[in-house]
């Protein structure tokens, strides 16, 4: 299926190099609820806290533009888009994602949103669009991927 189809549970994730402003080794760390995003130190040492709409958030990722992004489940499945100072920066709804997990990044900024109720990844623009859906024989209530 090509590498698009990658999927595999994450507990944390290394920021990319193309993320501006982070140093190497910094984890971002999604808190389900209330729904924040937070960064550490390779240390454990707290370094920014990030917090927007909505809330029961599963997915951590930063997108090819540099933004936080993670999704909601409540009160709409969703994705969040926040600057790293924590400001949330915008929002949409993931109409075709009825149970949303995490998120990941394309290089060229597409999203990819496992949707467990529907057994499939879910293809996003950044800027809300719907770029189509990704499945595969046997998967089964996706939780996370990896681009």
């Known amino acids: 299926m090509g590498p698009r189809t990658c999927i595999a549970a994450l507990l944390g994730l290394s920021l990319t190099p193309y ?3 982070q ?3 910094d984890v971002l760390v999604n808190v389900y609820h209330p729904g924040r995003l937070e960064v550490h130190a390779p240390d454990g040492t707290p370094k920014t806290t990030a917090t927007g709409t909505g809330s029961w958030w599963e997915g951590a990722s930063v997108t090819a ?3 936080f992004v993670t999704t909601r489940r409540w009160p709409t499945s969703g994705i969040n888009l926040l600057q790293l100072d924590g400001r949330e920066v915008a929002t949409f709804d993931t109409l075709q994602v009825h149970f949303p997990g995490d998120v990941s990044v394309f290089r060229d900024g597409t999203l990819a949103i496992s ?3 529907q057994n499939h990844v879910d293809l996003y623009s ?6 189509g ?8 209530t996706p939780f996370g991927e990896f681009v």
Request: charged share 10%.
């Open 19 to 21: 993320a501006p402003a």
């Open 23 to 25: 140093t190497p080794g």
């Open 65 to 67: 533009s540099g933004l």
């Open 115 to 117: 949707d467990q109720a």
């Open 126 to 131: 950044e800027a809300g669009t719907c770029l």
């Open 133 to 140: 859906t990704l499945s595969a024989p046997g998967l089964v």
